[in-house]
């Protein structure tokens, strides 16, 4: 059974950080390509980060590059999401997927706010 459970969202303040955590189970974590998303009430599940199996390829929105950082730990099962220099517009629930599942977990809040 395919699984995704992240973990370590909560209330930040503007200009702090958070890190996010994905744990995966039930597939083979380290043949896939995996990424971050994000989703705020009333639009769209937007894409956030991208790392490739290996963690050697990542991608990002123009929106979080040089403030987030997306890496893996193939030997943990588990996918992170470094955020820097939070801003209010981050607020959001993220949730991290698969590129070969199409299954989302429950995700997890950041709300960074003064």
């Known amino acids: 059974q395919v699984q995704l459970v992240e973990s370590g969202g909560g209330l930040v303040q503007p200009g702090g950080s958070l890190t996010l955590s994905c744990v995966a189970s039930?597939?083979?974590?380290?043949?896939?390509?995996m990424k971050w998303y994000r989703q705020t009430p009333g639009k769209e599940r937007e894409f956030v980060a991208y790392i490739s199996n290996s963690g050697g390829s990542t991608n990002y929105a123009d929106s979080v590059k040089g403030r987030f950082t997306i890496s893996r730990d193939n030997g943990k099962n588990t996918l992170y999401l470094q955020m820097n220099s939070l801003k209010p517009e981050d607020t959001a629930v993220y949730y991290c997927?698969?590129?070969?599942?199409?299954?989302w977990g429950q995700g997890t809040q950041v709300t960074v706010s003064s």
């Open positions: 039930g597939f083979t974590f380290s043949r896939d390509g």
């Open positions: 997927k698969s590129t070969n599942y199409p299954l």
